[in-house]
């Protein structure tokens, strides 16, 4: 993974919100996912202390969203900070344009909805197998420039994930062999589940080659998730810290 865990004195870098109601301010985490927060501080994610020797934080107010940087200092961080006016980007998936080089010279077929029904059901049937470990439909257009959908089929077994699903496609269908077994995947969440540092959201994803990803989402790196991140099959898990070092 070729993460180092953070250490004194690290330069560090990080978005979250503000909180003025104590005497020393203190920024907490912003949620994962935008939907989490209404826009007030979650104060169920990650905090750190800010050291303002200099007043920087005055032109800011409480709940203010800013990005500091920064040095870690026995979970203190003695910062620059200046302001953010919108929610950090969630990261995008891009599986648009992975699946450019699996387009049909055809170009992509329209979406009519025929079988739908029936996809669904033998969909669930291959899920419930462990064949199919992710589905989704991404927007493309066809060749005529008309919006359409390709499913995207992670597969185990991309071979009787072919022999069940082509014949009921109406439309574009594009299945690709994962690198890893839903055993491995459960494992390592179990694994997780189990785990003595502290992360305070986890979930599952597609990466930008179309691999499973299990996204940690930690406070910042420590020895003990690093080395069981790598212990799991190679590329599966993916650590997000809040607090990201800057080399």
Known sequence: MLQRPLQENDRVAAVGQLDLS?????????????????GSINRNYPSVTLEDPESILVPFSHESLIVIDGDWARKRIRLRA???????????????????????????????????????ERMAELFQEGVVLWRVDVPVRTREDVPTLCT??????????REVLTPLHGHSLVIQQSSYSRTQIEQTEVSLSHAPWPFHAAGQGLGPTGEMEVRVYVPYLTS????????APHGLVVLRPWLNRIT
């Not at 003990?224 to 212990?231: G, I, R, Y």
């Open 82 to 120: 200046s302001k953010v006016t919108a929610w950090p980007a969630e990261p995008v998936t891009p599986l648009e344009a992975m699946l450019e080089s699996h387009m049909p010279d055809t170009g992509w077929l329209s979406a009519i909805g025929k079988n739908g029904e029936l996809v669904s």
């Open 22 to 38: 104590q005497t020393t301010p203190v920024l907490f985490a912003v949620p994962p996912h935008q939907g989490e927060s209404d």
């Open 224 to 231: 003990e998730s690093v080395q069981w991140a790598e212990s």
């Open 152 to 161: 995207f089929v992670l597969a185990s077994d991309v071979n009787r994930a």
